[in-house]
């Protein structure tokens, strides 16, 4: 995270590093892919991130670990 609470900026040297190193694709074909191909290729490799809890479950851990 940066400073200001945002994202910082995308980590493209890794992103490079597994597209054209580990899944051996050509820059070409690396550089045409969209996010979302990208993301795909990298959840095969990386395995997919969990998914957010449901609201119900959120709710639970709010009242089991309240803020003081």
């Known amino acids: 995270m940066t400073a200001a609470g945002g994202l910082g900026e995308f980590p493209w040297e890794h992103a490079m590093a597994l597209g054209v190193g580990v899944l051996r694709l050509s820059p070409k074909d ?38 003081k």
């Not at 892919?33 to 959120?58: C, D, I, N, Q």
């Open 30 to 67: 690396f550089w045409s892919m969209t996010p979302r191909e990208l993301e795909r290729a990298m959840s095969v490799h990386f395995g997919r991130a969990p998914a957010a809890p449901k609201r119900s479950e959120f709710a639970a851990l709010m009242a089991a670990y309240p803020d």
